[in-house]
């Protein structure tokens, strides 16, 4: 995954024509300000134009109607604290979504990196309820 400067925005510009939307992606550093990536379909999706959607668009995904894949790993590196990292597999590459401190009460800040990936929240709902499954039956 590349970085996403962040001294940059990006912009989308939307076209609606009878024969199917137009994407135009816009940045602007400051200085100046130029169109970088034109598309219309998830088949147009790939390279720096998919690490632009996935950190600054990521609505996108649904709206063309592409597959994501999420993953939630836990991270025991700090035992005996420890955190989850929540990751959207989209076109065969991981982005993070949001690294979470608590996974029963998620804050403000991991809420809202969460909710800008379609069906993320949906996923981590699934995932609790697993984890207390399984755990209720290894301890009972």
């Known amino acids: 995954m590349k970085a996403i400067?962040?001294?940059?925005?990006?912009?989308?510009?939307?076209?609606?024509?009878d024969e199917g939307d137009e994407y135009t992606i816009v940045k602007d550093d400051g200085t100046t300000t130029s169109k970088i990536h034109t598309f219309s379909s998830s088949s147009d999706i790939q390279g720096e134009l998919l690490d632009i959607i996935a950190n600054c668009f990521p609505y996108m995904f649904s709206?063309?109607?592409?597959?994501?894949?999420?993953?939630?790993?836990?991270?025991?590196e700090n035992m005996p604290h420890f955190h989850f990292e929540l990751y959207a597999k989209i076109s065969e590459k991981f982005y993070l979504v949001s690294i979470i401190g608590d996974?029963?009460?998620?804050?403000i800040k991991e809420n809202s990196a969460i909710l800008r990936y379609p069906g993320a929240m949906e996923y981590i709902k699934k995932s609790i309820t697993y984890i207390s499954d399984?755990?209720?039956?290894?301890f009972s």
């Open 103 to 107: 996974i029963e009460n998620i804050n």
């Open 5 to 17: 400067d962040k001294t940059q925005r990006y912009w989308l510009q939307t076209l609606f024509l």
């Open 134 to 138: 399984k755990t209720k039956k290894a």
């Open 63 to 76: 709206v063309l109607n592409m597959k994501i894949e999420y993953a939630l790993h836990t991270n025991v």
